[in-house]
């Protein structure tokens, strides 16, 4: 599966955005996806995961109760909806997707986008 994360952009502190994940391939019902951010120099983390049927998400403590993942796999598209944004959040987005068990670590994902920047302003 390929995919495509877009959405990105400047937004105030308090602010929202929606990120879209686009997928190529007809299996794409197949995997789960998941978001994940990168702030300049610091390490890739999980952001929010959503099972192939939708039935599960998760969320990392930092962003529960402002942020909701979902997908439309009949459109082949994941998203995730960001709300409160907080300066700390600037970062590049990525989607990724993995057909095996949730997992919190990238290194497990198989399948990336090519991330989309999000700048948070204070």
């Known amino acids: 599966v390929q995919l495509q994360a877009s959405g990105g952009g400047l937004v105030q502190a308090g602010g929202s955005l929606r990120l879209s994940c686009t997928a190529s391939?007809?299996?794409?019902?197949?995997?789960?996806v998941g978001w994940f951010r990168q702030a300049p120099g610091k390490d890739r983390n999980f952001v929010a995961y959503?099972?192939?049927?939708?039935?599960?998400?998760d969320y990392a403590d930092s962003v529960k109760g402002r942020f909701t993942i979902s997908r439309d796999n009949a459109k082949n598209m994941a998203y995730l909806q960001m709300n409160s944004l907080k300066p700390e959040g600037t970062a590049v987005y990525y989607c990724?997707?993995?057909?095996?068990?949730?997992?919190?670590?990238?290194?497990?994902?198989?399948?990336w986008g090519q991330g989309t920047l999000v700048t948070v302003s204070s």
């Open positions: 990724a997707a993995q057909m095996g068990p949730k997992n919190y670590s990238p290194n497990y994902w198989g399948f």
């Open positions: 391939g007809r299996a794409f019902r197949s995997y789960s």
């Open positions: 959503i099972r192939y049927g939708g039935d599960n998400t």
